[in-house]
């Protein structure tokens, strides 16, 4: 209705993903940047997740019509609480293969010999596995075995998966998949698109259907849009397909954001968002959000994000390692007292020859036991091997509480070198 009240050839805002509606945004640009990263390797999984609505379908599309066919032979499969078994059927059946009997022997025997087959005909092969998340462990380790057929050392399949975020959780934590986990060569989180690319977002669609500034849009209804949708792309379909119809009911050229405010009351009466929006203040009239798209695509690693700068927790470091700092300086002035003062009646000497001379003297004393002199030399001697013994421990002691505050200071040094 909507398309014939405003000249438009299509509707631009359906929320089936097509691949010509796709729009690079900052984190779809750096998703391809990974997929492109990936499909070099020519081997193992490339994992793309992001929230419901995010985009990853819309990407797939994206890759699948874009390809080379003549060097790559993609399929694609959208997944639902399958077994193994399944998922091996469901594969052939992407790569066009039609197994009799439904045996799972005979379906992996078939899908070899078409990878086999491409490969003599100069083509890798890719299988896309949408909706990643419905898939079983034991399904996922069905997909790891595919991945393992070769034509002398080279892979002959690579698997994209797509799922929603509880999908990476698994693939992470689950200790049945360390064999795909390290399978892995390039994985990406579909993030919101930013505020500021909303409104070329809308525009983008518009503008494949024809649209010709007919309707306007005033910048406060972007700024809105993006705010009540998240910047997640099917929601602002949602909003946007609502909003063109009440203008089209209205006979209205001109969006506002009173209009966009009474269609999300609509939206959020007939309950079409899973979970409470934001609510929208309008901005002021004045406020004109700018659009700043990244000229480049993102780096192929992620780069780390340092942490926002706390200067209480700053401060708190500092005065921990002062704390620090200040034991481990006590600590070695007690070990230099210590090596200072002697043990009662010991003098000082090489640890290892007095201990040599007490065993001796020890043994000595045994062989004359009717000597008058032998329990008081004994006694003596035993005293002088006391002492020893708690000279030594208390230095040991005070050696190793020194090394211990030595270590813990470095390691808090390190660690502050490395927040600032």
Not at 8 to 34: I, M, N, V, W
Not at 233 to 260: C, K, S, T
Not at 291 to 296: F, M, R, S, T, Y
Not at 331 to 355: G, K, T
């Amino acid at each position: 209705m909507y398309d014939e009240f405003y000249g438009l050839s299509g509707r631009p805002f359906q929320l089936t993903p097509d691949p010509h509606f796709y729009f690079e945004s900052g984190t779809h640009r750096k998703a391809l940047s990974y997929l492109g990263y990936g499909l070099a390797q020519g081997e193992g999984f490339i994992v793309i997740t992001g929230e419901v609505g995010a985009g990853k379908s819309t990407l797939a599309a994206h890759l699948m019509a874009t390809v080379d066919r003549q060097r790559l032979t993609a399929a694609q499969i959208v997944t639902s609480a399958l077994d193994g078994e399944e998922l091996i059927h469901v594969a052939a059946r992407a790569f066009g293969l039609e197994v009799a009997g439904h045996d799972k022997a005979t379906a992996l025997a078939q899908i070899e010999a078409f990878l086999h087959h491409e490969a003599r005909e100069g083509r890798r092969c890719l299988l896309v596995v949408d909706e990643s998340q419905n898939l079983s462990v034991e399904a996922l380790e069905e997909l790891r075995m595919l991945s393992n057929f070769q034509l002398g050392a080279h892979p002959l399949l690579q698997i994209l998966l797509l799922g929603q975020p509880e999908f990476r959780t698994l693939i992470q934590t689950s200790p049945d998949l360390e064999q795909l986990r390290q399978r892995v060569i390039a994985s990406h989180h579909l993030d919101a698109m930013e505020p500021a690319e909303v409104g070329a977002y809308v525009e983008h669609r518009l503008a494949l259907v024809g649209w010709q500034g007919r309707p306007q849009f005033d910048a406060r209804v972007y700024a809105d849009l993006a705010k009540a949708s998240g910047g997640v792309p099917r929601r602002i379909n949602q909003i946007v397909n609502r909003l063109l119809l009440m203008g089209a009911v209205e006979q209205r050229d001109h969006i506002d954001a009173a209009m966009l405010q009474a269609v999300l009351a609509d939206l959020a009466g007939d309950g079409a968002f899973g979970k409470p929006q934001v609510s929208v203040t309008p901005a002021p009239a004045a406020e004109v959000p700018k659009i700043e798209l990244p000229v480049a695509p993102a780096p192929i690693a992620p780069a780390s994000v340092a942490p926002a700068f706390d200067e209480s927790i700053w401060r708190a470091a500092l005065a921990e390692r002062d704390e620090q700092i200040a034991e481990l300086q006590q600590a070695i002035i007690e070990l230099a007292d210590m090596r200072a003062a002697p043990v009662a009646s010991v003098p000082d000497f090489d640890l290892a020859a007095q201990l040599e001379e007490a065993n001796r003297r020890i043994a000595a004393l045994e062989a004359r036991p009717g000597d008058e002199g032998v329990l008081a030399a004994l006694a003596e001697t035993q005293r002088t091997i006391a002492a020893l013994e708690s000279r030594t421990s208390e230095q040991e002691q005070a050696i190793r509480h020194t090394l211990t505050m030595l270590i813990e200071w470095i390691e808090a040094e390190d660690f502050h070198r490395a927040a600032a």
